[in-house]
């Protein structure tokens, strides 16, 4: 990167295009809202983060010392709730693919630009309702809302959550619904299917599931506000209801939503491995098609959260069979992405270093998802704290720092500042340690017994729990360190060119920041993905992309 | 599977826990070898083909379907086992054993009460002895529970309006943990007890020792009375208008619409307080519903009674202690009836 | 890596600028609204579900229950529907073959069934709020409270799984209704516009994408009609 | 995706074959037929219904494979949610 000198963007693009609040409250321009949501799902992500801190510095002793029960319930459902609805699942496709579908298939927007912005809107509307549920009191059912308790026990603001949630899965499908139009009916002449970057494949994939779930979910929560409101209902023993119904649509929509979370994180990790290993992914079409296959398969698996609930056994070996089904595509992912590095140019830049780190940890929480699936083993680590070491290795270790990665990788494209590339190593480094501290005592602690959702333990578990406290600081503090570094950059970072990685994708093909309608002039795609030199520019590193498209 | 050796890994004091292990073992196995290979490989990679000039654009390889292959299939077998073994251990697990001595336990926010069919009573504590298979009947007042017993490895989920059921026989003496596994509102953390094997010597001792009560048997048998359950099924059960329940538990029930279904506990709850939902063939929908008017423990109690209208043993007659046999199993408990049952 | 790039073609008025020609802008609008259709459909199909169980669970309950409803108004509603899901269809055919005084004409037949059905809806659900029919404390002041008699509720079939009944009946066609109000602003704003002379032969993806929505919910209509008015009348009652 | 236009005559005897549809599905009701019979009737009678409405009044006749693919993918999810929920319920008593 040194031997080269970047072009100054001096040109008009869609940050400077216009001025004002309402040139960006107003905006239809799907970079503009992505970073609308940029800033807002950060936000939510610290208040999630607080949360998290609340519980770990709480667990540090076996007695409740700085939370009471009511209130550590209330802490760990609003941490539960916000991550998973408020961060995790807008977070990669609403901020990295409102910015790049577009741009990576050639096309000047989003196909309902409009409908892009009222997400947004819709977003916010559900993310105050539910902040005003949590000032208002709170809500201590956990994250999953398990019938009767949510519905006739609970004291607290239920109703306002799930109106908040149930508000912003719309949201969720609208995204969905504008990526899948968009991909199918606007990509830039040339741009076959099997010339996309595999990011759009797998958002092509999340955008299904979130068609197809996010509907589920939303009835679900909405006849659950009419059972506690009026009374009556299908998920009510009390009223000849079955409250296991009410599991079986939560999951239905649940299951397929974490691979909502990580679908979006596995693109962006084959991005970041093709292109800083600079050669095409290892089995492209096979990467391609597993994002389908885990997309439709994952909804054939959701029993695998109810077989200690009363499920039927037969069942229950249906949904475990399944489940184990559903691992091969991600496994294809692991082993094609490893086999990329084979005889690569690989260079250690911050994004490849998460890159990295995401297939090390997403392959210790897959795999210790089979242990949850394997239906005996399951009987015992079922609530406990194996699971949610489970869980957070895949959404923290894995779709975390997928984001964060991707969020490096194509900050340059997005301010038209490099970040310090120092201390984006350094921070990566701190929040791998930190991670693996803080959640790998928690297989252990679940192995010997230790159910989730207490704050009260038996005095032999400390010992893990102080680690695991130990470990959050350091993630913690190992998070702090890019949002300060990465808002700094936005003004004293360097300038960066329209191609700082001098990498072949469409998105780099146009200057940094983008003008609004991302390339002057619609592009023709004449090379395949990840075609990082045709055999006559072999040694040329950036020559063919460094230029801004020009007519030709 | 002996484990106490092993770090990290809880008592086990059940038939079952070292069967769980074992497959734990596998699994950590397994995960450990794809973790080492996975990240080995990575970082055997990344540092053999970093970057060495910023020129340098390596030969672009197009995959391979004999890779692929490859590492689709050898992954798949390995999930087939870790499937194949778990299921198994699972049915195992399920299908609790016909001579087990049962046990009523009743989750309430926030506690466990328990009731032995010699009618002892306990709160958050369950003495049982060891070397004896133990099923645990269980129901609740309020919300979902669980009842999870770390050192036997097993757990279930206790959900109104229906019973779930758990065993386990105590292969090593000791006091361990008892948790609710669901959480249930504000005092979850709270819902705790513990689980006291005892050497079936000490049990007999500790059950003479406590204050015995009615035994749920004897109990339901009253409240069948009073409810007037006689009047339809007769006063020993043995049917009128509504159908004989001697011997019914555990059998084939045949029902109205052409199917049958065994009469487990779930079954007999449901006659009870749904009793239209499935019909006995050759009984029109008299029967009135009872839900509301028994609480919880009643309906367990009732329970017990119908159980113990067995076809050689008539009437509740349980001994205060049961007795060890060779076997291990209580010879008091009620003893399966191999007698068909006489149909409607 | 030669790159080469297509000019804008000479662009209908219509023509959004995100957009290459109208042809895919036609294209993204109908798939659009199909992708819209398929969440509409699960968004339904949770209902269903609970639906089914709960029938097989509760067979005479909701026998009875159902027999309950209006079957008469049910039907008439159902015709109104299929009415105006045909004059939709010919008010989208008057504007492809550019009979714009027809579309308009159309357009205002099936705003009109659409609210006719509502009204008739509003009659039936007037008719559970006087029978105390409506479930739990929905409408505070008027709990659910039937008379068993009316009802001919037979021994052993409990009064809540009536009330079931009429929950997932209510649930039901309270978010078919509110589709159907929906449906009708949208078709209201497309009439505005066909009044100001926006669509066209060439143009009237609108239209047709607002036909698709309102076939839709009269589909939905379609089934359950029969699953909540008609099975289970050949059981008696009334 | 050139469009069609379909006759009006085809939209009319859709029309009629509708209403003949709801008469049907409510005579049919009244009659007591064996076993499960009546549920299947009256379904079958609905499916035609939909069936005509997709294919003509939505013009999924004479749209383009994705269409088609969109529509049958609805129908197998929700075939999954009940196949898979139903996989629960009916196996429940087996033990
Ligand atoms: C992004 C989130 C995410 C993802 C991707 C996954 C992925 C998987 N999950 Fe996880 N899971 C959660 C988030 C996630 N999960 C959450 C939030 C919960 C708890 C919810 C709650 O109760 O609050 C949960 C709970 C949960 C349970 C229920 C536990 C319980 O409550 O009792 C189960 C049970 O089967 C399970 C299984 C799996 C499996 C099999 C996968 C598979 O998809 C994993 C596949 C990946 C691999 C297998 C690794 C890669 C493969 C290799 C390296 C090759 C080697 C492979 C083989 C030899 C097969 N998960
Ligand atoms: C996307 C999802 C997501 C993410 C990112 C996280 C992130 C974290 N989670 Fe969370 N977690 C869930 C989803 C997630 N979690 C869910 C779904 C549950 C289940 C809830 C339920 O049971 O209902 C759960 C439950 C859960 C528990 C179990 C609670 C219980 O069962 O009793 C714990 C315990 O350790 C925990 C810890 C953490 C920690 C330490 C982090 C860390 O990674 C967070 C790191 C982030 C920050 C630290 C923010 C950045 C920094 C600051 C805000 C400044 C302050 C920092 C310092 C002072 C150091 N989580
Ligand atoms: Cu009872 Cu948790
Ligand atoms: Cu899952």
Redesign the interface.
Known sequence: METFVPPVPSRINYINAQYGLKSWLLTKDHKRIALLYLGSISFFFFIGGLYAMAIRLELLTPQADLLQSTTYNKVFTQHGIIMVFFFLIPSIPATLGNFLVPMMIGAKDLAFPRINLLSWYIYMLGGIVTIYALLAGGVDTGWTFYTPFSTTFSNSYVVATGLGIFINGFSSILTGLNFIVTIHTMRAPGMTWFRLPLFIWAHYATSLIMILGTPVIAITILLLAFERVAHIGIFDPAVGGDPVLFQHLFWFYSHPAVYIMVLPGMGIISELIANFSRKNIFGYSFVAFSSLAIAVFGFLVWGHHLFVASQSVYAGMIFSFLSFAVAIPSAIKVFNWTATLYKASISYDTPMLYALGFIGLFTIGGMTGLFLAALAVDVHLSDTYFVVAHFHYIMVGGTLLAYLGGLHYWWPKITGRMYPEGWGRFSALVVFIGFNLTFLPQFILGYMGMPRRYHVYPAEFQVLHVLSTAGASILGVGLLIPLFYLMWSMRYGKVAPGNPWHLPGLEWRTQSPPPTENFDYTPVVTWEAYEFAPPEETEVVGKFHDKVPEKA | MQTSWIPFVPPSASTLSGKVDALYFYLSGVTIFFTLLISGVLIFFVIKYRRRNPYEIPRPVAGSIKLETLWSVIPFIIAMTMFAWGAQIFFEQSRPPSNAVEVYVVGKQWMWKIQHTTGQREINELHVPVGRRIKLVMGTEDVIHDFFIPAFRIKADVVPGRYTTLWFEATKAGRYHLFCAEYCGMNHSGMIGSVVAMEPKDFDEWLSGSSSQQSPAVAGQQIYETLGCASCHGPAGEGRRGPALVGVFAKQVFLNNGQSIKADEAYIRESIVNPQAKLVAGFGPIMPTFQGQVSEEQLMQILAFIKSLQVQTPGPVMAASPVPTPSGVPSAAPAASSTPRTGP | MAESYVEHEASHPALQHHFENLEQQREAGTLGMWVFLVTEIMFFGGMFLAYTLYRSKFPEAFAIASNHLDIKLGAINTAVLILSSFTMAMAVYSTQVGKLRAQIIYLVLTIVLGLAFLGIKGVEYHEKYVDHLIPGTLIPGNPFNPDPHAMHLTQGVLMQHVQMFYWIYFAMTGMHALHMIIGVGLLSVILYFSVKGRYSPEYHNPVEVAGLYWHFVDIVWIFLFPLLYLLGRHLGGH | ?S?H??P?KV??S??LA??VG?AV??LA?????PGAL??IV??T??VV??TL??L???HVRYSAR??WV??A???F??G???A????????????
Do not use: C, H, P
């Open positions: 995706m469009e236009i379909v009006v939209y009319v859709i029309f509708l209403m709801t599905t409510v009701a009244f009659q007591d037929f009546n549920v009256a379904m009678i609905a219904k939909a409405v997709v003509y009044f939505m994705l269409i969109i529509v993918s609805a129908l999810w929700m999954i949610l009940f898979l929920t139903f996989s629960d319920y009916w196996t429940r008593g087996w033990l």
